[in-house]
């Protein structure tokens, strides 16, 4: 059986493009795999904890071998249990909506605090890095409301720090199957919007028959 996690960053819900195209993703993939298990970690629902002091003390115990103290080992614990959404997912869906033309803090948050040594990676002096999350697909919806094509004021080529920085994290982490629906001009007029949000909409049913097959 497929298990399913769709990680939101956006907290406009109903009126949210990089949602509604993410749903019609889901809605068709579940359609073709009814007995998928889909699983949903809302970013602005949840409480992320801060990375504070413990969780510092604890990543460098980690890379020391240092045993953790019961605080280390509580704020360490809250990381690994935020860090197994993804580890559970055979497909990852991200709805991602652009802010400032990066990503929504609170998925940055999410990223500082689940992108540690055994959590997400793994390290060797002399191998390098190698990510944790072997053998997963991440589909990743962006929403952006401005006009990123080559001939726009803001072409994606010097602006976009939203989809280059997301796929990077992802190839860090182990993912190299990536997929993306990207929705944009949800800023021009109702008109643009709805056409806009249809037409990924629909690109986005098309992959999930593609992926379900």
């Given at each position: 059986m497929t298990t399913?996690?769709?990680i939101e960053s956006s907290p406009r819900k109903d009126r949210s493009a990089s949602l509604e195209v993410a749903d019609a993703f889901i809605?068709?993939?579940l359609a073709?795999?009814?007995a998928?298990?889909?699983g949903t970690l809302d970013l602005w629902g949840c409480e992320l904890p801060e990375f504070d002091g413990h969780a510092m003390q604890a990543k460098y115990a980690g890379l020391s071998g240092i045993a953790l103290t019961p605080p280390q080992d509580a704020a360490w614990t809250a990381l690994r249990r935020l860090a197994d959404h993804l580890?559970?997912?055979d497909l990852l869906v991200f709805s991602v909506p652009l802010w400032n033309f990066g990503i929504p803090y609170k998925l940055k948050h999410f990223i500082d605090l689940v992108s540690q040594k055994d959590l997400l990676f793994a390290f060797d002096p002399e191998r390098g890095f190698d990510g944790l999350l072997h053998g997963k697909t991440a589909?990743?919806?962006y929403a952006r409301g401005l006009d990123f094509s080559a001939q726009s004021i803001t072409p994606a080529e010097r602006f976009d720090f939203q989809k280059p920085y997301l796929e990077a994290w992802l190839?860090?982490?182990?993912?190299?199957?990536v997929h993306a629906v990207v929705v944009e001009k949800t800023l021009f007029?109702?008109?643009i919007d709805r056409g806009a949000r249809l037409r990924a909409a629909q690109e986005a049913r098309q992959l999930a028959e593609t992926l379900s097959d």
């Open positions: 399913l996690v769709h809605t068709r993939y073709r795999r009814p998928t298990e889909i580890h559970r997912a589909v990743v919806v190839k860090f982490v182990g993912v190299s199957s007029g109702s008109d």
